[in-house]
């Protein structure tokens, strides 16, 4: 069966632009996660989302916000990009219960000039 | 705060060679999940650890959870170079899909 897919792979942009970036997870699966992967820092969570529902949130700005649709696609945002938020941002899909662990897809590579 | 402290952070070895990774926390987890990813890829699932005192064994692999459920080791026999890559421990707590992840452990092994 078909992976995470997650587009575009590749994206560079401009401080104080705005970013949007798309997942689609493995069919049947209705929880999607977002985590942000530097050097420095490791893999770090932004948000999970189920049936359309936020239901946890890391510690990042505002400017990181995101949401999922009634197929289970979710999309995440980045208002006024800074450089620090140059990164691999990688989505996850699961099935309801986390203890079975996720899925990865192979991530977005944000570079923010 | 959660946090997994995994260690050695860095990793060379020759193949043939036997490894063992940690990876330690104060805090109780639901499960311990083990993670392998390659250069500009995702994470890829391992191994899934749930019940204190487990061990699982995959291949070459072995992963064991802490009788506490707050630390996890894997252990790698006989190490081959196609083991080489980033190894992520991950700790879920069943708080709606977020996984605490270890810095990692950056695996290289020479032929």
């Known amino acids: 069966k078909a992976g995470v897919t997650q587009t575009p792979r590749y994206l560079i942009k401009t401080r104080g632009q705005q970013v949007t970036l798309s997942c689609s997870p493995i069919?049947?699966?209705?929880?999607v996660s977002w985590y942000q992967q530097t050097p420095g820092q490791g893999l770090q969570f932004l948000f999970e989302?189920?049936?359309?529902?936020?239901?946890n949130k890391g510690n990042f700005p505002g400017r990181f916000s995101g949401r999922q649709f009634s197929n289970s696609r979710s999309e995440m945002n980045v208002s006024t990009l800074e450089l620090g938020d140059s990164a691999l941002y990688l989505c996850?899909?699961?099935?309801?219960?986390?203890?079975?662990?996720?899925?990865f897809g192979s991530g977005t590579r944000l570079t923010v000039v | 705060t959660q946090l997994l402290e995994q260690s050695p952070q860095f990793l060379s070895i020759q193949e043939g060679e036997n490894l063992t990774v940690y990876c330690n926390s104060s805090?109780?987890?639901?499960?311990l999940q083990w993670y392998r990813q390659e250069p500009g890829e995702g994470p890829v699932l391992l191994v899934t650890?749930?019940?204190?005192?487990e061990v699982k064994k995959l291949k070459r692999l072995t992963f064991q959870f802490g009788d506490a459920r707050k630390d996890s080791s894997l252990h790698i026999t006989a190490a081959q170079p196609g083991d080489t890559g980033l190894y992520l421990c991950?700790?879920?707590?069943?708080?709606?899909?977020?996984?605490?992840f270890g810095q990692g452990t950056e695996l290289s092994v020479k032929p």
């Open positions: 996850a899909s699961s099935t309801l219960d986390s203890n079975n662990g996720y899925t």
């Open positions: 069919s049947g699966h209705r929880s």
């Open positions: 989302y189920f049936s359309e529902t936020q239901r």
């Open positions: 805090s109780v987890f639901s499960s």
């Open positions: 650890v749930v019940t204190g005192g």
């Open positions: 991950a700790g879920a707590n069943n708080q709606g899909g977020k996984l605490i």
